[in-house]
Antibody, heavy 122, light 110 residues
Framework: EVQLVESGGGLVQPGGSLTLSCVGS????????MTWVRQAPGKGLEWVSH????????FYADSVKGRFTISRDNAKKSLYLQMNSLRAEDTAVYYC???????????????WGQGTLVTVSS | QFVVTQPPSASGTPGQRVTISCSGS????????VFWYQQLPGTAPKLLIY???QRPSGVPDRFSGSKSGTSASLAISGLRSEDEADYYC???????????FGGGTKLTVL
C-alpha cells in the first residue's frame, strides 16, 4: 500500500522555526518528484514547494521563498520542509504529495499524506 | 486574486450532470496540462483527472475533463451524494515557475 506520512507540525511563535517530515512507503520514492501543498483553515489549496526526484531542481512559491527550504533523502524515503521566520499566515495543514514524471511530463500528484497542522501564534 | 479561477460553488440533484469551469491564462492552462483534485470533507485531496482528460485507475468514468485554450472544465455525470466535495483545478505556471491551484469549487448535491 502506498503511504505518505507527515509529521513535525505544531504550535510555534511568530518568527520561529519548524521542520516538517514526510516518509513514503509502498512505492519507489526515489523516482518520484515530491511537493508540499498547504491549506489554511477553511481555505483552498496553496502550492508551497516542489523538488525533483534527484533534488536537481527545486521550486518555491513566492510567499515562502527565502524562508522555507525543501529537501529530501531518498535513502530514507523522506521529504523535508524547513520553515523559518514563520508568520501567522503560514498557519495551515501541510500536505506532502508525490508526482511521477514520464518522459519529463508530470502526471499529477497521485498520492497525498494525511497532512500535519502548523499553527503560528503567540 | 487567484491566477486560476473557479466558481466558488456548484450544485445539482442526484443523477444530474454538472460542470465546473476553470479559467487561466497563456502562462498556465494555455501552455500545459490541467489537473483536477477532489477533496472530500476532512480528508486529503485526491487526484481525479490528469493531463486534461485522463482518469487514474479507480476513478469512475462519470468524471471527465476537457481543456480548450486557457480554460478547462470538469464534468460529473450521474451525480451521487458521495460526490459532494471541494474540487480544485491545477496547472503549472511558466511565469511563476510553480504550480497554481484554482480557488476551489464546493459541490453540493441537493
Amino acid at each position: 500500500e502506498v503511504q505518505l506520512v507527515e509529521s513535525g507540525g505544531g504550535l510555534v511563535q511568530p518568527g520561529g522555526s519548524l521542520t516538517l517530515s514526510c516518509v513514503g512507503s509502498g512505492f519507489a520514492f526515489s523516482t518520484y518528484d515530491m511537493t508540499w501543498v498547504r491549506q489554511a483553515p477553511g481555505k483552498g489549496l496553496e502550492w508551497v514547494s516542489h523538488i525533483r526526484s534527484s533534488s536537481s531542481i527545486i521550486f518555491y512559491a513566492d510567499s515562502v521563498k527565502g524562508r522555507f527550504t525543501i529537501s529530501r533523502d531518498n535513502a530514507k524515503k523522506s521529504l523535508y520542509l524547513q520553515m523559518n521566520s514563520l508568520r501567522a499566515e503560514d498557519t495551515a495543514v501541510y500536505y506532502c504529495a508525490s508526482e511521477l514524471l514520464i518522459a519529463g511530463v508530470g502526471n499529477g500528484f497521485d498520492n497525498w499524506g494525511q497532512g500535519t497542522l502548523v499553527t503560528v501564534s503567540s | 486574486q487567484f491566477v486560476v479561477t473557479q466558481p466558488p460553488s456548484a450544485s445539482g440533484t442526484p443523477g444530474q450532470r454538472v460542470t465546473i469551469s476553470c479559467s487561466g491564462s497563456s502562462s498556465n492552462i494555455g501552455s500545459g496540462y490541467v489537473f483536477w483534485y477532489q477533496q472530500l470533507p476532512g480528508t486529503a485531496p485526491k487526484l481525479l483527472i490528469y493531463k486534461n482528460n485522463q482518469r487514474p485507475s479507480g476513478v469512475p468514468d462519470r468524471f471527465s475533463g476537457s481543456k480548450s485554450g486557457t480554460s478547462a472544465s470538469l464534468a460529473i455525470s450521474g451525480l451521487r451524494s458521495e460526490d459532494e466535495a471541494d474540487y480544485y483545478c491545477a496547472a503549472w505556471d511558466d511565469s511563476l515557475s510553480g504550480w497554481v491551484f484554482g480557488g476551489g469549487t464546493k459541490l453540493t448535491v441537493l
